[in-house]
């Protein structure tokens, strides 16, 4: 089987501790979580694991299923790039003097459709929102300039088809 990108969705009560059992399941398979965010759901007092990995779908069925046997674990799914939107965001801390001395750092704010958060006498920051390879391709446009600091999220996603998880906890209250 083939290498794939995925992205697992995890709907979870939030309990301490339960991260950490999430990470060991990929650490026992030898899997490197490429992307990691934790907030909120669409549904009260749920959380939602957004994970990223680079693996075969059997592992990954695999390892949701281990996922879901987890106490706290509502339901969990995985889904490939394609049938999801998704998106990520990035930090860079770049010298203020190339800001007004280097044209071309201007040419690659106005092409990469990035903003600038703040300028200040030593450095000014670039914020960019995309897919992964956008960011990429910022950062080695960057690079050659000097970034002082980059930081990226982890990606935020949704299904293009419905989940139907708050179904299912309607389903589960009653």
């Known amino acids: 089987m083939e290498k794939q990108w ?27 979580i490429e992307g990691l965010n934790v907030s909120k759901s669409e549904i009260d007092d749920v959380s939602k694991f957004t994970i990223v990995v680079h693996t075969t779908e059997k592992w990954v069925h695999n390892i949701v ?11 969990a799914f995985y889904h490939t790039d394609d049938e999801t939107i998704y998106q990520e965001s990035a930090l860079f801390k770049i010298a203020s003097s190339l800001l007004f001395d280097e044209r071309q750092i201007q040419n690659i704010i106005k092409e990469s459709n990035s903003q600038i958060v703040t300028v200040s006498r030593d450095f000014f920051v670039l914020a ?7 960011i990429n391709e910022m ?3 960057l690079k050659p300039y000097g970034i002082m600091q980059f930081v990226r999220s982890g990606r935020i996603s949704v299904s293009k088809e419905e989940m139907k998880i708050s179904a299912m906890l309607e389903d589960f209250q009653e």
């Open 65 to 75: 299923g281990q996922i879901e046997k987890q106490i706290e674990v509502i339901k």
């Open 139 to 141: 950062h080695d446009l």
């Open 128 to 134: 960019k929102s995309g897919r992964r390879s956008e």
């Open 6 to 32: 995925f992205t697992i969705s995890v709907y979870s009560e939030n309990n301490v501790g339960l991260l950490n059992r999430i990470s060991g399941i990929f650490l026992k398979r030898h899997i490197n």
